[in-house]
């Protein structure tokens, strides 16, 4: 099972958008909406912010929002903040014998 | 508050083992799978595997199978994950996470995480 393929880097200036893409298969992100995405700071914990495709758990800003069309999902963070500054992975469930893939990971950076 | 709380650094040599807890509160230990995931240093996230606290159920990644063993003790709410055969590709950090789910749904996503446990192999 490959990783879900992710850009190594985007970034944006405060108060922008920036996207983020999580390509997969039709065997994981094609297949299931179990697409999650967490961020990651720098010597921390992961922490979830999208979990099936779309949905915020509670305490997460709504200026992050999920969507998947076809094999690829996406994540968008708006409003850029400073403290969005980090990694961004998304993570799907799937039908090969290792249930749960991550993507390669995105270093998001505020300008 | 949910909490996961792991055990802490540990260093080892090529060949041996590692043990790392974690320590659940603030909910029921049972009601809630328990998955392990590495990071190597500077790398991405990679899961290996859960375990169903309730009924001791584990779930390995093909990669970790035969060396990897996940298990619980419910009298202390903790799980643990067991590494062997230790190379130096295995220092990583290791974390705990609680999957996301509500009343009998899983949302297949890990809401609630450990800090990591750092474990280096080393000679």
């Known amino acids: 099972q490959s990783a879900l393929t992710q850009p190594p880097s985007a970034s944006g200036s405060p108060g922008q958008s920036v996207t983020i893409s999580c390509t997969g298969t039709s065997s994981d992100v094609g297949a299931y909406n179990y697409v999650s995405w967490y961020q990651q700071h720098p010597g921390k914990a992961p922490k979830l912010m999208i979990y099936e495709v779309t949905k915020r758990p509670s305490g997460v800003p709504d200026r992050f929002s999920g969507s998947k069309s076809g094999n690829t999902a996406s994540l968008t963070v708006s409003g850029l903040q400073a403290e969005d500054e980090a990694d961004y992975y998304c993570s799907s469930f799937t039908d090969d014998k290792n249930p749960y893939v991550f993507g390669t990971g995105t270093k998001v950076t505020v300008l | 508050q949910v909490q996961l709380v792991q055990s802490g650094a540990q260093v080892e040599k090529p060949g041996a083992s590692v043990k790392v807890s974690c320590k659940a509160s603030g909910y029921t230990f049972t009601d809630y799978y328990i998955h392990w995931v590495r990071q190597a240093p500077g790398q991405g996230l990679e899961w290996m595997g859960w375990?169903?606290?309730?009924?001791?159920?584990?779930h390995y990644a093909q990669k970790f199978q035969g060396r990897v063993t996940m298990t619980r003790d419910t009298s202390i709410s903790t799980a643990y994950m067991e590494l062997r055969g230790l190379v130096s590709d295995d220092t990583a950090v290791f974390y705990c996470?609680?999957?996301?789910?509500?009343?009998?749904?899983?949302?297949?996503?890990?809401?609630?995480w450990g800090l990591g446990t750092l474990v280096t192999v080393s000679s």
């Open positions: 996470a609680r999957e996301h789910s509500d009343s009998g749904t899983y949302y297949k996503s890990f809401d609630h």
């Open positions: 375990v169903n606290p309730n009924s001791g159920d584990t």
